[in-house]
């Protein structure tokens, strides 16, 4: 199939619509979204939440499956290799987003196109292939059963093209996984939400995507002139520099500020002692074959890695946590071989690891046996539980076919007393941080919209406990929020509700234009002005498309797509009491620096309670009012809110 010529190509790109049920597509404009809703996850937001009907069943053929650039994405903005994917989750039924970084999404936008979206199922297995102006639906029985890995090779070869990016998902993604996820590359993943196992109930095992045409430029002098501005300022920075870690390894780097942020097993503790001399940097940079990063990224923030027998691929930190502490795990050969294994079956990390943290506890605590767990010793620490989890969670094999129903559904299955071990926001597996002792973030866990990991814009706080420079940080925070408690742990003052709102819009503000918030997190560490980088993006949009943009138009765009999330989970049932967090939030830690801290409920309450208000929405039910709809933009939302 050949797409249509057309002369007018939109600068900011356009929408292929993928039929799978009828095996056919066709071209969109990208015009009637862009105005309020920029781009990026701003889009595939609102044509979710246009196009998807509530009650379906998340892995059926009428849920979606969106892949959403950025209208920088693609071009030479420092970070522009980032896609958002959207579809309703099946781990919680509430809308979903995760975010991957790499090459694919740059090749997707080099084609032509901003925003993929898939519809349908196939009957048997298929992949994609995009080749700048054709599309084409290709068998894909050969492949099916194949992990990510040798999916990608085998694509290459087929298609005769080393250059082709491909996004695949492996045995977990087939066999509906709940917490399968999709990879790109050799880890680059779009890891929570059950994005894999909705891409496996359409039967389509990978996107091929090969792109030459470029990214077509409204002012491109102007824009380049910005972009290398940025990128130079970036490489000055110290923040890059810290973030890009270009500095020697040494013990205390890694040891005090993993005993500050991080938490232990299923939330058990805040300290072990063997993590402290573990030093995962030290592994990586001594099996390093290179540096890696996402395309037009300056910061090359990940290691391309080879450990013999026991795989190669590339790693961020996310990992590191998740097959190390979480699951006591003191050897870091054993961490890089679960790493490779979840990147090869598609699996989410955090909930794995999460997932067998668990199934640790409950062994410990004598509420589960080796019989339960087909014979395996589910031993604190013991590494061929943690391999053998993995690989049965992954095939469905035995307690894997339990265990892949996700952590709620295994629990109940396995003893009604497991329930009770549960540490869960919004059905996931939270990231492994030290959340009593942060307030801020963990509002923003229990408000988040069934995202995940909400801490970007928080992680202020946590910066904060560990050893460096302050005046700044808490300079900005008066400057900003009215006083230096917005940023600082330990208290529950209405700047730390502040904080948290805008944290949540300076979140959104990448994902609507396709740049990674690492980059703007690795300036803003050591930048005078924290808006000057939203500044410039927002120049750029308009050197790129031609269209006038300023920063203030990107905060209210980001604030109509938090309300916009909102609504489209209250259709599925999200009220107040679901803006909640695990019991273990409310206990302090038996050991480690923040050991004597723990959440205070009703505190949490009245900033929940806060938080609506200040968002005008109505603190009995967490619902935007109409209002607030109203000065959005969304008055069409106001009938379907009343009926929530």
């Not at 809308?95 to 993929?116: D, I, K, P, S």
């Not at 996004?167 to 917490?179: D, H, M, P, S």
């Not at 894997?400 to 709620?408: F, V, Y």
Request: hydrophobic share 40%; glycine share 10%.
């Amino acid at each position: 199939m050949e797409f249509k010529k057309e002369t007018d190509f939109e600068k900011p790109g356009k929408i292929l619509r993928v039929d799978l049920t009828n095996q056919t597509y066709e071209i969109q404009s990208i015009a009637p979204y862009v105005v309020d809703y920029i781009g990026g996850r701003g889009i595939g937001s609102k044509i979710l939440y246009d196009e998807l009907p509530p009650g379906i069943d998340p892995l059926g053929p009428k849920n979606m499956l969106l892949f959403n650039n950025g209208p920088l994405s693609g071009t030479a903005t420092p970070g522009s290799g980032r896609v958002d994917v959207s579809a309703k989750s099946p781990m919680n039924n509430y809308h979903a987003v995760t975010n991957f970084g790499g090459y694919w999404g740059a090749e997707l936008r080099h084609a032509g196109f901003a925003h993929l979206i898939l519809k349908g199922a196939s009957e048997k297995p298929v992949y994609l292939y995009i080749d700048n102006d054709q599309l084409s639906i290709r068998d894909a029985q050969h492949l099916w059963g194949m992990d990510t890995y040798t999916t990608t090779a085998e694509l290459r070869r087929e298609l005769g093209d080393e250059d082709i990016q491909v996004l695949a998902i492996g045995q977990a993604g087939e066999k509906l996984i709940r917490f399968a996820s999709i990879i790109t590359g050799l880890g680059d993943a779009a890891g929570r939400n059950g994005m894999g196992a909705v891409m496996g109930s359409k039967k389509l095992k990978a996107i091929a995507v090969r792109g030459t045409k470029g990214v077509s430029l409204a002012d491109p002098k102007r824009f380049l002139e910005i972009a290398a501005d940025l990128h130079r300022r970036l490489r000055e920075s110290p923040g890059f520099k810290e973030s890009a870690k270009i500095k020697p390894v040494t013990d205390s780097m890694f040891s005090k500020p993993y005993e500050t942020m991080l938490a232990f097993g299923n939330y058990e503790d805040g300290r072990w002692e063997k993590f402290s001399k573990l030093i995962p940097e030290r592994f990586f940079l001594k099996h390093q074959v290179r540096r890696a990063g996402c395309f037009g990224c300056p910061m090359q923030c990940m290691h391309l890695v080879e450990v013999p027998n026991a795989g190669y691929g590339i790693s961020f930190c996310t990992p590191f946590a998740s097959f190390l502490g979480t699951v006591w795990n003191d050897n870091l050969t054993t961490m890089w071989e679960a790493i490779v294994l979840a990147n090869q079956y598609g699996l989410d990390v955090v909930e794995t690891g999460g997932i067998i943290a668990l199934l640790m506890e409950l062994y410990q605590d004598g509420i589960i046996s080796a019989e339960d767990t087909d014979g395996i010793r589910m031993e604190k620490g013991s590494q061929e539980a943690i391999l053998k989890i993995i690989r049965k969670i992954a095939l469905r094999e035995g307690i894997g076919d339990i265990l892949a129903e996700g952590p709620r559904r295994a629990a109940e299955l396995l003893d009604n007393r497991a329930v009770d071990y549960l540490v869960l926001v919004k059905e996931h597996f939270p990231h492994g941080y030290q959340f009593p002792a942060f307030e801020g973030t963990s509002l923003m866990q229990a408000v988040g919209s069934a995202d995940p990991f909400p801490t970007y814009g928080t992680g202020i706080e946590l910066r904060l406990s560990m050893p460096g420079p302050r005046e700044k940080l808490l300079s900005e925070a008066k400057e900003l929020f009215g006083s230096e408690e917005a940023y600082l742990p330990g208290n529950y003052s209405p700047a730390k509700v502040k904080m948290v709102i805008d944290a949540e819009h300076r979140s959104r503000i990448p994902d609507l234009l396709g740049v990674c918030i690492y980059v703007i997190d690795g300036y803003n560490k050591s930048a005078s002005d924290p808006n000057f980088f939203y500044d410039r993006l927002a120049d750029l949009y308009r050197a790129a498309t031609g269209i006038a943009l300023s920063r203030e138009i990107l905060f209210t765009a980001a604030e109509r797509l938090v309300n916009l999330e909102r609504c489209h989970d209250a259709r599925e049932g999200l009220m107040r009491e679901q803006d909640s967090l695990p019991r273990r939030f409310f206990r302090p830690f038996p050991g480690g620096a923040n050991r004597d801290k723990a959440l205070d409920p009703e505190k949490i309450e009245q900033m929940k309670t806060l938080y609506y208000q200040s968002r005008g929405w109505d603190p009995e039910t967490g619902l935007p009012s109409s209002e607030k709809l109203r000065q959005l933009g969304l008055e069409n939302l106001i009938k379907e809110i009343a009926l929530a």
